[in-house]
């Protein structure tokens, strides 16, 4: 199993200053085709998860452009450009390398 | 618009049986792989199961295997899962993943209570 494994679990930001997400796996995430799946999802409370970065820089439909992810191998990072109020929650990452899906442990996100 | 809405959560007891069901619309259901993930409320998310767009291979989590079984019916744009003796352990918010070359959405899950 890959293990995933995000720093910071939790972190309080200032409105509109930059904030930053990193996620390790146990092993590399690039597969045969040289294709990484690693993604980013936030959560807010009562609500599923939803899609923000697929294959570690993609912005998915809709997702603001303040958010961006970069890494390569076994080292990812989210970023937030500037921080708003409906940023808060929780944000995973996920590897979908394997068929068996891991996730990181969550950070939680605080203004 | 991708739309997954998962059904079927209930309160059961240990040993007790449920099957969960989404239904899918927006996209090609039989082009999409499909699979489930849990989450216990407060706490992470944890993978169960995937099907393949076809539903000729399955996986299953350590966890599940020989208890659940996902199942899916092209025709009607419906995943499924079975849940045979059921564990307090298994109580959680189901979620129906579609998976599109690396691309996710989520339904909004389904509550499972396992408790005597």
């Known amino acids: 199993e890959i293990v995933m494994t995000q720093t910071p679990l939790s972190s309080r930001v200032t409105l509109g200053q930059p904030a930053s997400i990193s996620c390790r796996s146990s092993e590399s995430l690039a597969d045969s085709n040289g294709i990484t799946y690693l993604s980013w999802f936030h959560q807010r409370p009562g609500q599923p998860p939803r899609l923000l970065i697929y294959?570690?820089?993609n912005r998915f439909s809709g997702v603001p452009d303040r958010f961006s992810g970069s890494g390569a191998g076994t080292d990812f990072t989210l970023e937030i450009s500037r921080v708003e109020a409906e940023d808060v929650g929780l944000y995973y990452c996920?590897?979908?390398?394997?068929?068996?899906?891991?996730f990181g442990q969550g950070t939680k996100v605080e203004i | 618009e991708v739309h997954l809405v998962e059904s079927g959560g209930a309160l059961v007891q240990p040993g007790e049986s449920l099957r969960l069901s989404c239904a899918a619309s927006g996209f090609t259901f039989s082009g999409s792989w499909m699979h489930w993930v849990r989450q216990v409320p407060e706490k992470g998310l944890v993978w169960v199961s995937h099907i393949d767009n076809r539903g000729t291979a399955t996986h299953y989590a350590d966890a599940v295997r020989g208890r659940f079984t996902i199942s899916r019916d092209n025709a009607r744009n419906t995943l499924y899962l079975q849940m045979n003796s059921l564990r307090v352990e298994d109580t959680a918010v189901y979620y129906c993943v579609r998976d599109y070359f690396g691309v996710f959405s989520w339904g909004q899950g389904t509550l499972v209570t396992v408790s005597s």
């Open positions: 996920m590897q979908a390398k394997q068929l068996t899906w891991t």
């Open positions: 294959k570690i820089s």
